[in-house]
């Protein structure tokens, strides 16, 4: 079995609990004018790699986590539902804590099926299209997805980007704390700010996109903590 | 021996009562410790006074251009000089190489080009009789080496080839057993060198250079006591308790630092051996543990004051004045307990009540099996101070038991058993180009080495391989060559006969080789292995620079491609030098580090294959180049990790630098993930790591100003800088390295 991985990172403690490995899935459809991995939309891109190469690799970083921990993430996984799927199954066979990092855009079936296959989802809500046009697919049907998590017995992680002047809206951020609260299930949620270190990556494939082409005003930390309140202090992380 | 009744009061042991036997004493006297650093005590007012003093003075230093004072008068050793006191009512530890705190010696027995051209830069004038003496009675060791360098030896010097050389200077690297004097006196070691002499009866040409040696040996040893004499010390007797304990230590180094200027003057291992004096005289009543703090606090001090004279283009190598008073601490015993007291954390501690420094170079044998506390503390030490090293003892005790030390940043030494003829480097990247333009320098066009041209327009692997195999096999037979003309008349012209008072006579005897650019060479044979490499090559046919078309596995990422040609070029050039005679029956050493001196080599370095431009610093030590380790920080280690220590006996330096936020989100689990990850490289087979948890912005603002800065310390490669005393290219080069983040 073969799937399309842009990148596999050896390290990470940005990705999920603790000290992780990490998978970048290719190819996705959401594209998000925010996004940190454009290299990875192109569904034809990355490189070929057989689930046994994959782990086999993977297996050689175990050693150095200070427990065996992975996060797919890419790019959308759910794109190459088997082969993560089947990744899933073997890492989590040889003791691996896994973690998958997605948009949900995909069917609810698909989903559900993926949550049950894991230790934890953390699920990147995305704006509402029609109120930002920050995302090309709609983010709707995404999130009716990720609302189909709320009886699963696998924790959720909702995963929010903070960018000033475009998704820190109050009534939104509000609202965002009402969704999370429905989750009996719910582990955290963490806000993440926008920042611009991607710029290079979106110059360098001829790509624009309004949040990278000029500075953005800065996220202060009282914003950030203004965040924090209005979704509920208590559901965030740090 | 009558004094022995007082000293060694309540030590047990019988082996090392009858022969010089510092382990042996250590195994059946010191008092592991397993627990945390609750225990530690800030330093006391006085001492706290002293460092006031001192770093005052390292200000006033730094405001002359680095150097305070140079005493042109004195030719420097062991007695040359009075004895010199920073503040003599607060120092507990005393004795200064002369007679004032960072005044320089000038050390004429190296060369004396290097004492004119070093005072000059600093505006002093050396002493005419002094130069009469050195430039016409007394042949120098850089004198008598330069008459020797054949042709082919001056030609790979100059262009680059073969650099670092220790030929104007001491040489370095030895670790005398300092622990002998505190335990045995000197009276007791010169009788024991009289009866080596006595012994060594044989007159062959070994027999009589090693009886000259023992002679001279004897001679240090005499003056060695005098000095002490001159501070008050009778150090002729052993040390009767723990303040003497350190004294005597002290002394027995000062002399060697007195006498020798070599780049690296390192302290060996010494916790141990100092806890069972403080423990003794603890149980005694007469030390708490504020006293047992201070007298680690001011042995430090008086370590951090070390200074020798070097020229500008020394600086260029080996930037910011470092002395490698590396002192190791840590490792587990071959019986299984850890070698781990109170006073190694009392050594960390000094991180803390005297801030940072890189000095003395402390360096920590790391074991998985270690008491948790000292990894935690390590760890956590590590993180505050950016000043640390950790080295694999579950590679090295193996090879060289559980009474070695770090010399330098990456040499391991059995303390009192080994000796080593410090070989420099040589710049494997120039090599390769050198069998890549038919053995012709890539920028002045002189032939160097008889190897074929290349033809074709691409670069065809089996032709580079096969004339890279000729370079080096010509440049180990150089190479080795030189360093048997340097080391011959180092030990004939500059002898350190202090050090080698307190190693076994007959000792054994290391030459350590090394190597720069090896992450340049594997990338740029991968290049040309796995991608198409392009030589543009101008008008007299020498490659200007490469074009490479499609991509290559670089070194850095866990890909075996790559990781296994740099593994194939160390044992190569490793085999070759093992074949070579070398001086006094030394064993061939190879060691991957490069100190600051990436730099330079990459300055002196043309386009390579690996798309590297010309005059661009290497990676240091044995590090993926900046920015091509695509799979973080593990994969990256485990590239690392592939080089064998087996071949590579001299130690593989290894710099890992990362953000605080990508080590881990809070303090604790920082120390938790650092700890991971060193036991991972470890198990992996890995030998060294310079840990640096450091985020960029914090280096570009250090590097714009300074003065916010004043304590920033860094490891670099095998040793620590404080960041400020860096050229501003050197800056530049640490600020490109790869600095694990994430965005
Ligand atoms: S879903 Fe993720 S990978 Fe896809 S475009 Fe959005 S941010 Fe990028």
């Known amino acids: 079995m073969q799937g399309r991985i842009n990148q596999l990172l050896s390290f990470s403690t940005f990705d999920g609990p603790g000290t992780r490995a990490v998978v970048f899935m290719q190819g996705c459809p959401v594209g998000c004018l925010f996004c940190h991995n454009p290299e990875t939309w192109d569904a034809a891109g990355g490189t070929l790699i057989t689930l046994d190469d994959l782990m086999r690799r ?140 991607a710029r290079e990556k979106w110059e360098a494939l001829g790509m624009q996109s309004p949040l990278f082409d000029s500075p953005l005003p800065e996220l202060h930390e009282e914003a950030i903590q203004r965040a924090r309140e209005l979704v509920g202090v208590d559901l965030c992380t740090h | 021996m009558q004094h022995n009744g007082v000293a060694w009061r309540g030590f047990n042991g019988t082996l090392w009562k009858k022969r010089v036997e510092v382990a042996d004493f250590i195994r059946e006297n010191y008092t592991p410790y397993y627990d945390g650093d609750a225990f530690l005590a800030k330093t006391t007012e006085r001492t706290a006074a002293l ?114 050389l220790p030929d104007a200077y001491g040489r370095g690297r030895l670790i005398g057993d300092y622990r002998r004097v505190p335990l045995y006196g000197t009276a007791r070691l010169m009788q024991d060198k009289e009866d080596d002499l006595q012994r060594m009866d044989n007159v062959d040409e070994f027999a009589i250079h090693t009886r000259e040696d023992i002679a001279d040996q004897i001679r240090a040893l005499e003056r060695m006591a005098q000095l002490g004499l001159a501070y008050g010390c009778d150090i002729s007797r052993p040390a009767e308790t723990a303040q003497e304990a350190v004294q005597w230590l002290y002394l027995a180094y000062l002399c060697a630092v007195k006498e020798q200027n070599g780049a690296a003057m390192s302290f060996g291992h010494n916790s141990a051996f100092l806890d069972i004096y403080i423990t003794r005289d603890m149980a005694e009543g007469r030390l ?202 180092h030990d004939k012209f500059n002898y350190e006969r202090v050090q080698m008072a307190m190693i076994n006579s007959v000792p054994n005897r290391n030459m350590a080789f090394g190597v720069a650019g090896l992450s340049v060479v594997a990338d740029s044979l991968a290049a040309v292995r796995y991608a198409r490499v392009r030589p543009v090559r101008n008008a007299s046919g020498l490659a200007e620079r490469f074009e490479v078309v499609g991509e290559y596995p670089a070194y850095g990422n866990d890909d075996d491609r790559a990781d296994g040609l740099a593994v194939r070029v160390v044992r190569t050039f490793q085999d070759l030098l093992s074949r070579q005679p070398i001086y006094r029956r030394a064993n061939a050493t190879l060691s991957v580090l490069t100190i600051t001196s990436n730099v330079v080599y990459g300055s002196k370095t043309g386009a390579t294959p690996d798309g590297r431009e010309a005059g661009k610093p290497f990676a240091p030590g044995a590090n993926p ?103 501003r290219e050197q800056q530049q080069e640490v600020i490109e390295r790869t600095i694990f983040e994430r965005m």
């Open chain 2, 51 to 164: 460092w006031a003093a001192c770093e005052d003075l390292m200000r006033q230093e730094r405001a002359k251009g680095g150097v305070l004072d140079i005493d042109t008068k004195r030719v420097a050793g062991i007695t040359a000089w009075p004895p010199g006191y920073i503040a003599k009512e607060l120092e507990v530890i005393v004795g200064l190489q002369t007679d004032q705190p960072l005044k320089r010696m000038v050390n004429p027995w190296g060369g004396w080009r290097m004492v004119e051209a070093a005072c000059e830069a600093y505006g002093a004038t050396p002493d005419p009789a002094m130069a009469k003496i050195f430039t016409r009675y007394r042949r120098t060791q850089n004198e008598a080496i330069f008459r020797n360098y054949t042709p082919a030896m001056r030609q790979a010097r100059k262009l680059g080839l073969i650099t670092g």
């Open chain 2, 288 to 489: 708490d543990e504020a006293g047992a703090q201070e007298l680690i606090d001011q042995l430090t001090i008086k370590l951090r004051l070390v200074r020798h004279l070097r020229t500008p283009e020394y600086e260029q190598l080996f930037a910011g004045d470092p002395t490698w008073v590396t002192e190791s601490l840590g490792g587990m015993g071959e019986d299984g307990r850890p070698l781990v007291t109170k006073t190694d954390f009392r050594w960390l501690q000094t991180l803390r009540n005297l801030g940072p420094s890189p000095e003395p170079n402390l360096t920590v044998l790391w074991s998985p099996r270690l008491p948790r506390g000292f990894r935690q503390f390590c760890s956590e030490m590590a993180i505050e101070s950016s000043a640390l090293q950790f080295e694999n003892d579950g590679l090295m005790r193996p090879i060289f038991g559980d009474d070695y030390g770090i010399s330098c940043c990456v040499s391991a030494t059995r303390i009192g058993y080994d000796m080593q003829f410090f070989g420099a480097r040589v710049n494997l990247a120039k090599a390769l180009l050198l069998a890549l333009n038919g053995g012709r320098d890539e920028f002045t066009g002189e032939p160097v080495v008889d190897v074929p041209e290349l033809s074709g327009d691409y670069l065809e692997w089996e032709s580079v391989w096969a004339n890279f195999e000729k370079v080096l096999e010509w440049l180990a037979t150089l190479y080795s060559r030189t360093m048997n003309c340097i080391h011959y008349m």
């Open chain 1, 58 to 197: 993977l297996e050689r970083f175990r050693s150095f986590l200070s427990r065996p921990a992975l996060t797919i993430t890419g790019g959308e996984p759910l794109l190459q539902f088997d082969f993560v799927m089947a990744l899933c199954a073997a890492a989590r066979h040889e003791g691996w804590h896994v973690a998958l990092d997605t948009s949900a855009c995909a069917t609810p079936e698909k989903v559900l099926a993926a949550a049950a296959a894991v230790d934890l989802m953390m699920c990147s809500l995305k704006p509402e299209a029609d109120a930002t046009r920050l995302c090309k697919a709609c983010g709707k049907p995404m999130q009716r997805s990720i609302a189909a998590l709320r009886d699963q017995p696998t924790p959720v992680r909702l995963r929010y980007v903070l960018i000033p002047g475009f998704t820190d809206d109050d009534a939104v951020l509000r609202s965002l704390g009402d969704f999370a609260r429905t989750f009996p299930n719910l582990e955290s949620v963490e806000l993440e700010p926008f920042n611009s270190l």
């Open chain 2, 625 to 727: 180049m900046h920015g091509r380790e695509r799979n973080g920080v593990v994969a990256a280690m485990r590239s690392v990790a592939k080089l064998p220590y087996d071949i590579c006996r001299d130690g593989i330096s290894y710099t890992f630098s990362i953000t605080p936020r990508a080590l881990g989100d809070g303090e604790a689990s920082r120390r938790a993930n650092l700890i991971s990850l060193i036991d991972g490289y470890f198990g992996a087979g890995g030998h060294h790591m310079n840990v640096n948890v450091y985020g960029r912005e914090m280096l570009i603002d250090a590097m714009d100003h300074p003065e916010k800065y004043p304590n920033l310390t860094i490891r670099v490669s095998g040793y620590a800088v404080r960041f400020n005393r860096l050229s």
